[in-house]
């Protein structure tokens, strides 16, 4: 009998969590502290021992996170701002927002990731910022990557939005950078009860200057520094996170047994390309995307069976209507391309049983059985 399995089940991870987090709600309702405050700062703190950075500023969400360390880094009208096309919108759109321009550059084919070759021949003498996305829970290839950024005078912003966690040869994702955005959507490794973000860095003047930024660019109420904006990071959301990070290391490695679980199910399919480790590297498995032909049959079989899939990302965002008065052309990042049409992404998260995983494993064979593959 097969058992439904959902893409994502958020609702055993807040049934985990919410007798604390409840407890310490009904303080913060009690005492009206919303805006800022002690849970904030302990969040702060909490979350900057984990990463190894000195600072870690909450804020309203990772597109937010992102243009505050663009913004803080020196990003203005008119830069550039290397990026992968393999990538969600974010990363691209918050640089849009400052006005400087997205430069995309295709992945490697082996793991998704920024390829360095790329990036190198991306550089002009408008170059700013290289921002190397840590995509599906791996770290993309900083040590290459900052040996280019040094090499061309350039700085690195992180995208660290589906890494929370994740570590590489030379350090864990969000440190290796002198700023670093994530993103703690509901559905991230370290997910918040609705939007939330921050940026992280080791540098105090970076800190001070989005501390700022986020706050309509004012240190001091009604003395305005700077054209800000309003992104600073709710102390509800912050409660749930500091609940949630305690228990992150262990929901991390639940993800990676999962992600062990499923190399071993699906081993010998020979229509299933599954996702592998870079040397070095410590995934915490954000997503399992899997690449196989014919994804739309296989996706609706799967749907039929019962298991929820995603796709991540259908488009190479240089690709998407949005940058469409960029000019880029199909063919220009051929293993982005490639990938958007086969990626699968699987059912990934700490509470998946072995038994669903089995499930989906048939979901899949059946799929390509009634599909003909």
Known sequence: MNIPVPFLDLAAQQAEIADEVLAVWREQFTAASFIGGPEVEAFEREYAAYIGVEHVVGVSNGTDALELAYRAIGVDRGDE???????????????????????????????????????????????????????????????????????????????????????????????????????????????????AGAVMTGDAGIAARIRN??????????????????????????????VKLRRLEAWNAARRAAAARYAELLAGLEDVRVPAVRAGNDDVWHLYVVRVG?????????????????????????????????????GQFPVAEAAARQILSLPMYPHLTEDQQTTVRDALVGAFVRGGG
């Open 81 to 195: 701002v290397i990026m992968p096309a393999n990538t969600f919108i974010a990363t691209a759109e918050a640089a849009s927002r400052i006005g400087a321009v997205p430069v995309f550059v295709d992945v490697d084919d082996e793991h998704l990731l920024m390829d360095p070759d790329a990036v190198e021949a991306a550089i002009t003498g408008r170059t700013r910022v290289i921002t190397p996305v840590h995509l599906f829970g791996q770290t993309a290839p900083m040590e290459r990557i900052r040996a280019i950024a040094d090499k061309h005078g350039v700085e690195i912003v992180e995208d660290a939005a589906q890494s929370q966690g994740a570590s590489g040869p030379i350090g864990r994702a969000g440190a290796l950078s002198r700023a670093a955005a994530t993103s703690f959507y509901p559905g991230k490794n370290l997910g918040a009860a609705g939007d």
């Open 213 to 242: 930024l986020a706050a309509h660019g004012s240190s001091e109420k009604y003395v305005h520094d700077r054209v800000g904006m309003n992104a600073r990071l709710d102390a509800v959301q912050a409660v749930v996170l500091r």
């Open 294 to 330: 014919g994804r739309q049959s296989v996706m609706d079989g799967m749907r039929a069976a019962g298991v929820g899939v995603g796709i991540h990302y259908p488009t190479a965002v240089p690709h998407s209507e949005a940058y469409s008065s960029l000019g880029y052309r199909r």
